[in-house]
């Protein structure tokens, strides 16, 4: 083995040895552990990476992403590779242009791997995958989860306009009338004014373009304006999340028999008991969980008392109402 | 192949490298603040993959002949013949040169003499084409643009799928999604210590984003698909939205984990206490989820600063096109047209290159990503049946295009330094997705592409690289020289991953300490400015 291949394998033995010690955990622990890539994995890994990565290093095919997947995801999987039985594995027929399944061959081209060996535009030749194939021991994939990996994840544009709709009681026709362009039915915006949101991809797709950008602030794709789908916490989705939360809260509080924000029964007034109840019933609307006392208060005090005014608690309303939009609960799930 | 220690590094750490880099602290190194290096980046996307070889020639004599059908099209100027390439600078070319190093040079198509001519007949190429004035912009001698300009060619994408490349043209790295920050992100992520003052770091003008993956949230881009976009997103002026809420306070600074730092956050009510939520929120789960949390924390803390900071305003008192429109030849209301007018567009149609303009000259910003096509937003995707034929009217124009827009840049003197230009602490990157075969075997996407560099951190009227005119159908490139991460000087063909090594060094960053690109890099040789 290659001097330097200890530093794929020994993080591996560290991880797994630190389990095995309780005898009872040590059965457990062996069938979480995978098999580790050898040196000659890691040849073969390299020697196709060229050829493959650009599509595979991402998602459930992501076999290039790292040592780690290509063993977990490739070798350990009997599907593609069994191991001992190169011509039983469906990773070696691709190669040689003779797939069984929706692909006959890979990397997808005129030419079969094995041409672009014969050729020198790929180095590792057939026949040493096949070698090491057939040198494969029984593999383990691992099966343990990454503790570090991130458990949450950010709400899309799409789930975000349908949350707003239904947690506001707002609606398509809050924003939009029906017209037509060309036959075609698109959504003519009631105005500007309302910051009204569709995404380009939606029938009926928006007809002015900024109803379209401001889904894409959201984070939202677009296939027919090219834009890649973004669910990372970017400014643009602050800054649009914040407007859009302001000016929705206000339109929902400002329409009339909209049970939404208060159902029946359900007062709306400056008077703290009623503000804390509606503060307490919408930490279960919005964010599913009923705040405590504690944190009524505290919400109460930081941002109802300070936005309201003795003749005018709608801008209150609006910024708890806002806040609940914005907190990392909503955000994310 | 040997099993080498970088080989081994490079799959042990795999994807995961750049958040390792994130912990030890390394993207968030400074720029060096030597003076002459751009401080702002525009990155122009030309959409869909280019036939750079139809507007500009690497190849020598028999390289043109070889693989670019002669000159003909009489209004619809296509192909050329190698007695019409010239120096942009008019010097004498050596066309039996193979290169890597030449000046830049392009198959002529205006008319010297009368540069608007659209309608006489080129007797270089025995009157077969009709004059072309589209591209004579980076030509002309009153402004010598060329002098700012270096082409890199035949760098290899390793893909050649949209996405793919699109995202290798702006990381270095192509995949399915990003596994390096992109060059914008780098370079927001840099200057963002020394210009405390620019609210928009990373400014993205439509298109796929620049991502920041693993630097701090400051990189991440915000997405102003047009100049439309801007009131209702960066400024509290409407009442419909703010009445009653516009109310800031300076609340003291605090990181994500508490910790007190210099100066305020401007934050409404509302604002603070979302902060506190947030800030709460750490240590309850993994990690990861504290990254996220603390992306939105900062993010949170950003949309603040930026609404108090009323940028509406700012730019509503920056001119767009102010000083290139003195010149008769150069009007605000440019059309352009193709053939004998088949096709007429507006330089607004092209792409929000006023509004890019304006966002770098109010100082607002470190880098824009614009998305930019032709006339009538005609992308070059052009897989069509002649494809290659009017993809080629289309890139003359939306080169004159980018060519107006930096000499705009050019005339515009630097806010922050006067004794510079806009341009000069720019550094204009023009990309595509990848590049496309060649014009003789039609127009597919292909591997092989170029990056276009104007202004700032760079030695111009260069073109390094060339095609492999050894190869049949559509060639790929050449070797060049290249300064490897190592400091070693190698002789290898370029990649994707030199591209964007090259754009990082303009601005001072050293490879393997400011930045780093998985699989390897090199800075292409005597391009950056020592």
Redesign the interface.
């Known amino acids: 083995m290659n001097r330097y291949a200890w530093l794929v394998v020994l993080p591996w033995m560290a991880a797994c040895s630190s389990e095995v010690t309780p005898s009872t955990m040590r059965s457990q622990a062996q069938s979480a552990c995978g098999t580790p890539a050898t040196s000659e994995t890691l040849r073969v890994m390299e020697g196709l990476k060229p050829h493959c990565e650009g599509c595979h290093a991402q998602g459930a095919r992501g076999y290039f992403a790292s040592v780690e997947a290509f063993q977990g995801l490739l070798v350990a999987d009997a599907r593609l590779v069994k191991s001992g039985d190169p011509d039983g594995s469906e990773l070696l027929r691709l190669l040689e242009g003779q797939g069984t399944g929706a692909f006959k061959q890979m990397p997808i081209g005129q030419k079969t791997y094995a041409q672009l060996v014969s050729e020198g535009t790929a180095k590792l030749p057939v026949e040493a995958v096949r070698a090491w194939i057939q040198g494969l021991g029984a593999q383990q994939r691992d099966a343990r989860p990454d503790r570090d990996a991130p458990r949450i994840t950010r709400m899309s544009a799409e789930q975000m306009q349908r949350a707003l709709y239904q947690q506001l009681g707002l609606g398509y026709d809050d924003f939009f009338v029906n017209a037509k362009e060309f036959g075609f039915d698109m959504a003519e915006s009631r105005g500007e004014e309302y910051l009204p949101l569709q995404s380009p991809d939606a029938i009926p797709a928006p007809r002015q373009y900024i109803s379209g950008e401001r889904y894409h602030g959201l984070g939202g794709g677009s296939v027919m304006n090219q834009v890649s789908a973004d669910r990372s916490p970017s400014p643009t989705l602050a800054l649009t999340l914040t407007q859009v939360s302001q000016r929705w809260c206000r339109k929902a509080l400002a329409r009339q028999d909209n049970t939404a924000l208060f159902p029946k029964g359900a007062a709306r007034t400056a008077d703290p008991a009623d503000v804390k109840a509606t503060l307490k019933r919408w930490s279960l609307h919005f964010l599913g969980e009923r705040f405590t006392d504690a944190q009524v208060d505290e919400l109460y005090t930081d941002v109802f008392v300070p936005l309201a005014t003795p003749t005018d608690t709608e801008p209150a309303y609006v910024g708890v109402c806002s806040y609940f939009i914005r907190h990392p609960h909503w955000v994310f799930y | ?1 040997k ?1 080498s ?1 970088r ?3 490079q ?6 490298h750049v958040g390792l880099l994130g912990r030890y602290g390394l993207p968030s190194a400074m720029a060096q603040s030597a003076s002459g290096r751009p401080t702002k980046m525009l990155a122009i996307w030309l ?1 869909g993959g280019l036939h750079w070889e139809s507007f500009f020639a690497p190849m020598t004599r028999a390289g043109i002949q070889k693989f670019i059908p002669p000159a003909q099209g009489g209004n619809y100027a296509y192909g050329y013949n190698p007695e019409q390439v010239e120096h942009l600078d008019r010097s004498p070319v050596d066309l039996m040169s193979s290169g890597p190093a030449r000046k830049l040079r392009v198959p002529v198509y205006w008319n010297w003499a009368h540069p608007a001519d659209r309608s006489g007949n080129n007797p270089v190429v025995g009157n077969a084409q009709v004059y072309r004035p589209e591209g004579y912009v980076w030509a002309n001698p009153a402004y010598k643009l060329y002098e700012k300009a270096v082409l890199l060619v035949g760098a290899d994408q ?2 050649a ?4 490349g699109l995202i290798a043209s702006m990381s270095g790295v ?4 990003f ?1 390096a920050p992109s060059v914008q992100a780098v370079v927001a992520n840099a200057m963002a210590s020394r210009f405390p003052d620019r609210p ?1 770091p990373n400014v993205a003008l ?4 620049p ?1 920041a993956l693993g630097l701090p ?1 400051l990189a ?7 100049s ?2 801007v009131e ?3 400024s509290d002026r ?1 009442d ?6 516009r ?1 800031r306070k300076d609340e003291p600074d605090l990181a994500f984990d508490g910790t007190p730092m210099s100066g305020t956050v401007p934050a ?3 604002d ?3 902060l ?3 800030r709460r ?1 750490r240590g309850t ?5 504290d ?3 603390e ?2 924390y900062d ?2 803390k ?2 603040s600063r ?2 108090r900071r009323d940028m509406l305003s700012v730019l509503e008192k920056t001119p767009a096109w102010e000083k290139l429109k003195a010149d008769p030849a150069y009007p605000e209301d440019w059309m352009a047209c193709t053939g004998y007018a088949d096709a007429c567009g507006t330089m607004p149609s092209m792409g929000d290159y006023a509004f890019a303009l304006q966002l770098l000259k109010s100082d607002l910003v470190s880098t824009v990503n614009l998305r930019a096509t032709s006339i009538e937003g005609f992308t070059f995707d052009s897989h069509f049946v002649n494809g290659q034929i009017v993809h080629a009217q289309y890139l003359r124009i939306a080169l004159e295009m980018v060519g107006r827009m930096c000499l705009e840049m050019s005339l515009t003197p630097s806010r922050s330094d006067p004794s510079r230009s806009l341009l000069d602490e720019t550094l204009v990157y023009v990309y595509s997705d990848f590049g496309r075969t060649f014009p003789k075997v039609g127009s597919d996407h292909h591997p092989a592409t170029c990056a276009l560099l104007v202004g700032g951190g760079i030695q111009g009227n260069q073109m390094i690289g060339g095609y492999d005119e050894r190869m049949e159908g559509s060639p790929m490139g050449i070797p060049v020289r290249l300064v490897e991460e190592s400091g070693d000087i190698a002789t290898r063909t370029p990649t994707s991953q030199d591209v964007a090594a090259t754009v990082l060094r303009a601005y001072g960053l050293v490879p393997g300490k400011d930045f780093f690109i998985p699989g390897g890099y090199g800075v292409f040789d005597g391009v950056v400015r020592s």
């Open positions: 192949m099993l220690r080989n081994l590094f799959a042990a750490f795999g994807a995961a959409v390793g893909t799928a949209h996405a793919s192509a995949g399915s999604t596994r928009l439509g298109g796929p984003l991502m949230a991440n881009p915000t997405l102003l698909s047009s439309a976009s209702p997103t960066l409407r419909g939205t703010w009445y009653g809420l109310a409404t009510a509302v603070a206490a979302l506190k939520a947030v929120e789960s993994s990690a990861g989820t990254g996220y949390l992306q939105l993010t949170y950003g949309a930026t609404i």
